[in-house]
Each structure stands twice: as C-alpha cells, then as structure tokens.
C-alpha cells in the first residue's frame, strides 16, 4: 500500500491522465486520419481502423432515447459517479495497489468518453476486431480499453482480497 498520501494522489492522478490523454490523443487522430464510413484494414483482416460516432453508450446502447433521459443517463449519472470514485480514490488510505490502479484506468476511460460526450456530443470510436468467428468486437476506442484494463485489476484485487479475507477468517477460526 502506498502509505505517503500526496505520493499515492500523484500516481493516481498520473495514471487518470496518462489514460485520459492516450485517448484523446488517438481519438483525435482517427478524427483526422479516419473518413467515416473507412474501414482501414490494418492487420490481415483482424484489425480495422474505422470513425464512428457513438451517441449511445457501450455498442450504442441508449442512442435513441429522449434527449433528457439520455442526458441523464449518458452524462449526470456517470459524471456523479465519476467524481464519487476518485473521491474514494484519494480519501481510501489503505487501498492497495491493484485497487487503486483499477480505479485509476477506469477513472481516465471513463473521463475520456465523457469528454467526448460533452464536447462533440458522441463518442469517438474507431478500432474493431474481428477474429473469424472466434471473436469479434464492436467497434471500440482507448477509453473502452482503459475501462476494461482497470476492470481487470480490480477484479483481481477483489480475487485477491477474497483469498486474503478466507486466510484471515481460518486462522482466527484456528
């Protein structure tokens, strides 16, 4: 656990902004490079470049609902969500390090995306994997990736802090 508190809120904030700008970095360049409706192979048939406007969430999800509920949804919710989760990052003093890392990615996708939605009221999504029939993705961006980066590490902190919590619980049984 990272114990020096303004240590512990310089990596979290490096890492929030490290993801947010690796998103936004790239997003702008499809932007730029990218004509909607391209689809730039870039890696035998497996790996595609494209620019689509999301003004949904995740596949699109919300796209056509009424501009308030959308709004609501797409906007006050995950924002209100947004700042609830870094306040427990930098409030939480005895978070370890996979918790916090988690966050942390999660965080800066999901700042990323929701930048977007403010600014250009869409999502800019451009990447797409297609496997052959083994797997197959919607069309996603670095933010996506962060989330799910951060979903990772959390799942396994919990994973961890599960096992550590049954270690506990058997030796005070003992």
């Known amino acids: 656990m990272l114990q020096n508190r303004s240590f512990r809120i310089i990596i979290i904030l490096l890492i929030v902004f490290a993801n947010i700008g690796c998103d936004q970095v790239s997003k702008k360049i499809a932007r730029e490079s990218i004509q909607p409706g391209d689809k730039i192979e870039v890696l035998n048939d497996n790996l595609f470049l494209m620019n689509v406007e999301n003004s949904g969430a995740f596949l699109s999800a919300g796209a056509n609902l009424p501009k308030v509920i959308k709004d609501i949804l797409l906007l006050v ?7 609830g989760a870094l306040i427990y990052l930098f409030v939480q003093k005895n978070l370890p390090k996979l918790g916090m890392i988690g966050w942390s990615f999660v ?8 930048y977007d939605r403010i600014k250009f009221g869409s999502v800019t999504d451009f ?22 980066v951060g979903m990772g590490f959390l799942i396994l902190y919990f994973i961890n802090d599960s096992r550590n919590q049954m270690i506990t619980n058997e030796e005070e049984s003992n």
């Open 127 to 148: 990447l797409f994997i297609d496997l052959g029939g083994i797997f197959r993705t919607g069309v996603f961006n670095m933010a996506d990736v962060s989330i799910m």
């Open 77 to 83: 919710l995950p924002l209100v969500m947004l700042i």
């Open 107 to 114: 965080i800066g996708g999901g700042i990323g995306n929701m």
